[in-house]
């Protein structure tokens, strides 16, 4: 079944951009069933989601298409590198309240719900 | 942005006992556009019901969803030792996708 695993630093300098992948592995990224999402927990919080990516790896009009968060939307891009069967976040000018739980997961259309998720990476913003 | 708000935020129950969570949004959702989730401590969430009523592959039959609207609910008719975590409902219907900020069962 399918498996997806986060990376990245754990820890980033407040006003530096955080980086994350999530790999997919044990079924293909150019999914025309899914959305690979990015959500996060802070510490004994509830999940907040960041944002999607659709990638069907047809020509149709909305591959490649993004859906983000709005307060999130101006510091975040999410991409999908299919050669490498991955996805990644990129979150600028973080700050301590973006200290949290990052998962990555991918949402079946048909079913709607996150169904496959990462294990989670833990960053942490400080100096 | 739809807010959904879960209550009660803790229920203390025993194993075997009937547990019903609810989860009430700010608006009306479509039934296809709520989820539930549980999430066990150190774990990442893992989906139980999708579209108010539906048990995701693996979930066993003690779990249920319904309603619709405003107002949902997840129940599990018999409580077992490994039930024991944080549930959230997620609805996707709006342009923001957001959570209930969970409830707790804990072990009485």
């Known amino acids: 079944q399918l498996q997806l695993q986060e990376s990245g630093s754990g820890l980033v300098k407040p006003s530096e951009t955080l980086s994350l992948t999530c790999t997919v592995s044990r079924g293909a990224i150019d999914s025309s069933n899914s959305y690979w999402g990015w959500l996060r927990q802070p510490p004994e919080r509830g999940l907040e989601w960041i944002g999607n990516i659709y990638y069907s790896g047809l020509t149709n009009y909305n591959s490649g298409d993004t859906y983000y968060n709005p307060s999130l939307k101006s510091r975040i891009t999410i991409s999908v590198d299919t050669s490498k069967n991955h996805f990644s976040l990129k979150l600028n000018s973080v700050t301590a309240a973006d200290s949290a739980m990052f998962y990555c997961?991918?949402?079946?259309?048909?079913?709607?719900?996150?169904?496959?998720w990462g294990q989670g990476i833990l960053v942490t913003v400080s100096s | 942005e739809i807010v959904l708000t879960q209550s009660p935020g803790t229920l203390s129950l025993s194993p075997g006992e009937r547990a019903t969570l609810s989860c009430r949004a700010s608006q009306s959702i479509s039934n296809r556009y709520l989820a539930w989730y549980q999430q066990r401590p150190g774990q990442a969430p893992r989906l139980l019901i999708y579209g108010t009523s539906n048990r995701a592959t693996g979930i066993p039959d003690r779990f249920s969803g319904s309603g619709s609207g405003t107002d949902f609910t997840l129940t599990i008719s018999r409580l077992e030792p490994e039930d024991f975590a944080v549930y959230f409902c997620?609805?996707?219907?709006?342009?923001?996708?957001?959570f209930g900020q969970g409830t707790k069962v804990e072990l009485k």
């Open positions: 997620q609805e996707f219907g709006a342009s923001v996708w957001t």
């Open positions: 997961a991918r949402f079946n259309i048909p079913m709607a719900g996150f169904d496959y």
